[in-house]
């Protein structure tokens, strides 16, 4: 066996990463640092009108799997209203966002392949200490801070917000 291969990892219900952006948190159960640099996992949990601006990955793809509530997603130029059990997958280099329509929190579980896409939100959200209640609303950095930190991520967004 390589001694560069990762070793198993369990993490705990209540285990993991948990960082917030603008009141979206991401609780992150595996990185790269646990998987080799292979992918992440985390579970999103997003509240009502919450989501990313339109974005799109030149490194990862990304795939969501919704858990509760009822997702918007911008997949190209259409778009599409998915609720639990779904799963949509998005490859690199494709625009698309999401936004909760619901009227309460909804959960997904989203995986990134290859890992490290839990260093953009390292960066530009606020560690979440209390997952129990509601995440911390850390607002967005001012718009060329945020662009640039979208460019060393591997992340373009056409319709970044301005602070």
Aim: net charge negative; proline share 10%; charged share 15%.
């Amino acid at each position: 066996m390589s001694s560069n291969a990762p070793s198993p990892v369990v993490v705990a219900p209540d285990g993991g990463t948990a960082l917030t952006v603008v009141g979206d948190l991401l609780t992150f159960k595996l990185g790269a640092a646990q998987t080799g640099g292979k992918f992440c996992v985390a579970v999103g949990e997003i509240k009502p009108g919450g989501g990313p601006p339109p974005h799109a990955h030149r490194n990862e793809d990304e795939m969501f799997y919704i858990l509760e509530g009822t997702f918007e997603f911008l997949l190209g130029d259409r778009t599409e209203v998915h609720g639990p059990g779904t799963t949509v997958f998005v490859p690199k280099g494709n625009l698309h966002t999401f936004r909760n329509v619901g009227n309460t929190t909804g959960k997904f579980v989203s995986l990134h392949t290859p890992g490290g896409f839990e260093a953009f939100f390292e960066e530009a959200g606020i560690e979440a200490t209390d997952i129990g209640t509601s995440p911390p609303a850390a607002p967005l950095p001012d718009a060329g801070t945020l662009l640039g930190l979208l460019a060393k991520h591997g992340m373009e967004s056409p319709k970044a917000p301005v602070a």
